[in-house]
Nanobody, 120 residues
Framework: QVRVVESGGGLVQAGGSLRLSCVAS????????ISWYRQAPEKERALVAT???????NYDESVKGRFTISGDFGRRTVDLQMDSLVPEDTGVYYC??????????????WGQGTQVTVSA
């Protein structure tokens, strides 16, 4: 019903930048919010940033001032600009789309994830 694809991960040195992109496709009636989560090795998946259909943003304290989330729900895309990266930002980054598909209930849809590795 809803397909979520992330791109833009990679390897970067501490202090560098990366930009992640998330695109949702499929039989979507409405997108309510798109979020980025990350899962560090041996840790649980945790919320990094959210962009809502009203244009509101929310960030985890650890990334405030360094990461910027932006979106265009008309194109069903959300980007995460990550600056001043530190090794603690390393992990698999997942895009989560909270949407209502046509002919179905509102739900959360996940992408496959993209690896971000920050070297010291």
């Amino acid at each position: 019903q809803v397909r979520v694809v992330e791109s833009g991960g990679g390897l970067v040195q501490a202090g560098g930048s990366l930009r992640l992109s998330c695109v949702a496709s499929g039989n979507i009636f409405e997108i309510h919010a798109i979020s980025w989560y990350r899962q560090a090795p041996e840790k649980e998946r945790a919320l990094v940033a959210t962009f809502t259909k009203e244009g509101n943003t929310n960030y985890d304290e650890s990334v405030k001032g360094r990461f910027t989330i932006s979106g265009d729900f008309g194109r069903r895309t959300v980007d995460l600009q990550m600056d001043s990266l530190v090794p603690e930002d390393t992990g698999v980054y997942y895009c989560n789309v909270n949407a209502q598909p046509r002919w179905n209930l509102r739900n959360n849809f996940w992408g496959q994830g993209t690896q971000v590795t920050v070297s010291a």
